[in-house]
């Protein structure tokens, strides 16, 4: 940080170099520089140089660097030191936000910003009202016992806390100008969207999006207004009013690189007008081109918090769940689960692709980026140390991390039937899935065959997902014999791929003797992942026998000793090295 403040920040953008800058993209450079240097004045000396006229030593950085240099830069000028981000179960009910509200001020050496996911179940009671307003006809939307359920959540939070029934009142609605000039409170304009849709008798992916963001608006005002009634001056923001661009991919949007630069001036310039902590809604974004609200896919508010940590430099990212951190294995699972004390970006991400719910798999990328660790604690106990999620650790003596459990995955099974030759085949085969927006999660292929499992998050809608399989088995079909495989589940063994023959040794072992067989396994180079197909009715029971037989039975003890034995240095059973 003293560095960046030292230096000027020079932007320059390789792409565009030979092209005259656009006035946006040029301006965002001054601001940058003008925020890593501030009180600097700052000017384009040529093509898209922008240096900062502070006798400092100049620097050249491309785009992303320039706007992280500047983010740091401000972030120390205004103070914000760490993203605190609280989900649903954090923040459930009245009590539980008088205690979140301890939490953060038991840190008075820290400036947070703070991130909030709506209030518990209030996600999927939208999603569930939204579902029934479809069928239950305009005169019964008022009716939907989910939206009885939120209003009552809400009220009653308002009320225990001792709050103005009005600051729920804030309009939120874009691009409407007409809804800006009701005087309707959010609850009234989450029964007027109800009623919407119940005439429209429709729920598009960008209205679901605008009905969710009602469960973020409302915590967080919840939330700030009752900071600012104990004389902790907070302001609340909802993350599409600034800065997060998002694609437009209704229901699983992407945030573009223009947000980073966005929500650290918006959040700094307003930090240095009126010192207040910010109050963020989590999971939200603004699509670019559509400028409706979006959501960044479910759990997406860990998504916020690691942009926001990587837009202001923060020294770190806290997502504050209802575990002890990150664990061996879903404690829904595995009642026996037992933290994972560090993790690499690389890992956590692999961990929540592959499954784990407790982080959004995204939510690693901005903070791998900004190399800020993330670490994951336990808001109903603050004691527990978490998990420390950082760029690097030694995984050299670490052999199983955390086993993942993904089910109801679509398998295919694809033979050729020799039409094309081998190259051509492989590239036919993924260009169908590119051309109908389908992920892939596992591959394993033979000459003239490959498996692959289907990444369902790409099949949100459950009437498509039957329509696109068989639209992806019919394109198939013209060039290979297609076997749709359904109801299976991937088991992923995160860990030290470079063990992969103990690991694989003991697993295999384990699954013989519950008599299950495996139906694919596919180890990418990722080098932290190995994945197993197996049906759905075996998974759970083959997850706890690996749990068990990996985590509880002194498994990793025995190989401790081994590995003391060989080279002196004992592991703990989360790959953790003691000694040495
Ligand atoms: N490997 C795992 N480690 C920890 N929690 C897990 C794991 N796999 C699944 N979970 C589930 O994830 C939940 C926490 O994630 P989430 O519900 O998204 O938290 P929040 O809403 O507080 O952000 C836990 O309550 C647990 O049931
Ligand atoms: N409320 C959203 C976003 C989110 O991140 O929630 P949580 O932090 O409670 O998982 C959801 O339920 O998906």
């Known amino acids: 940080m003293a ?35 501030p009180g600097g004045r700052c000017s384009r000396r040529r093509g898209l140089v922008v240096r900062c006229q502070s006798g400092a030593a100049a620097v050249v950085l491309n785009k992303d660097d320039a706007a992280s240099v500047a983010a740091a830069a401000a972030s120390s000028a205004t103070g914000f030191t760490v993203a605190m981000k609280f989900g649903g179960s954090s923040v459930a ?4 936000m008088r205690e979140v509200v301890d939490l953060i001020l038991s840190f008075p050496e820290e400036t947070p910003v703070v991130v909030l996911s709506a209030m518990g179940k209030t996600t999927n009671n939208l999603l569930l009202a939204g579902e029934k307003a479809v069928s239950c006809g305009a005169p019964k939307a008022s009716e939907i016992p989910e939206l009885a359920v939120i209003k009552e959540l809400h009220v009653r939070t308002i009320d225990e806390l001792g709050l103005d029934r009005s600051i729920v009142s804030a309009h939120h609605v874009l691009n ?7 005087k309707h409170g959010l609850l009234e304009e989450l029964e007027q969207l109800l009623k919407g849709v119940a005439m429209m008798k429709e729920l598009t992916p960008r209205t679901r999006d605008y009905l969710v963001s009602f469960g973020e608006c409302m915590s967080t005002r919840i939330f700030a207004a009752y900071l600012n009634k104990l004389g902790k001056k907070a302001r609340q923001y909802d993350a599409f009013d600034i800065g997060f661009i998002t694609t437009d991919d209704f229901t699983n949007a992407d945030i573009l690189e223009a947000t980073y630069p966005a929500v650290a001036k918006r959040l700094q310039g307003d930090w240095i ?14 699509g670019w081109k559509s400028c409706a609200v979006t959501t960044l896919g479910r759990g997406g508010s860990d998504l916020t918090a690691t942009t926001i940590g990587k837009a202001l430099g923060l020294r770190e990212i806290q997502v504050w769940k209802d575990v002890d951190g990150v664990l061996t294995c879903d ?9 994972v004390p560090y993790l690499t970006f690389e890992e956590a991400a692999e961990l929540a692709y592959f499954g784990a719910q407790v982080l959004h798999p995204q939510s690693m990328r901005p903070a791998k980026e900004g190399d800020i660790p993330v670490r994951v604690k336990n808001s109903y106990n603050r004691r527990a140390p978490g998990t420390v999620i950082t760029k690097t650790r030694d995984l050299s003596k670490s052999i199983l991390t955390s086993i993942v459990l993904k089910s109801n995955i679509t398998m295919l099974d694809i033979v050729s039937t020799r039409m094309l030759g081998q190259y051509g085949f492989l590239a036919k085969v993924f260009s169908i899935f590119e051309d109908l927006g389908i992920s892939v999660d596992c591959v394993a292929t033979s000459e003239v065959s490959i498996s692959l499992t289907l990444d369902p998050s790409k099949l949100w809608c459950r009437e498509l997902i039957q329509q696109e399989l068989d639209h992806v088995v019919e394109e198939l079909e013209k060039i290979a014999v297609v076997h749709l495989l359904q109801h299976r589940s991937i088991i992923s063994l995160i860990g030290n791929v470079q063990r992969s023959s103990l690991i694989l040794e003991k697993a295999f072992n384990v699954l013989r003797r519950n008599g299950v067989n495996v139906q694919m396994i596919s180890q990418g180079a990722s080098k932290v992942n190995i994945s197993l197909v197996v049906h759905d009715s075996e998974a759970k029971q083959c997850i706890q026998a690996l749990h068990s037989a990996f985590f509880e039975n002194g498994f990793l003890s025995e190989v401790e000793e081994e590995d003391l034995q060989h080279n002196g240095s004992p592991v703990s059973p989360n790959g953790v090295i003691y000694g040495n």
């Open 3 to 37: 560095v960046a403040l030292r230096f000027a920040a020079v932007a320059r953008d390789s792409p565009a170099a030979a092209a005259p800058p656009r006035v946006g993209r040029e301006q965002q450079y001054l601001a940058c520089a003008a925020a890593a240097r």
């Open 93 to 96: 009910s009245a009590e539980r």
């Open 176 to 182: 409407m100008k007409d809804f800006r000039q009701l």
């Open 273 to 286: 007008d009126d010192p207040a902590i910010p109050i963020v809604t989590g999971f939200l974004g603004k």
């Open 331 to 339: 404690p829904n699972i595995c009642a026996n689960a037992i933290p």
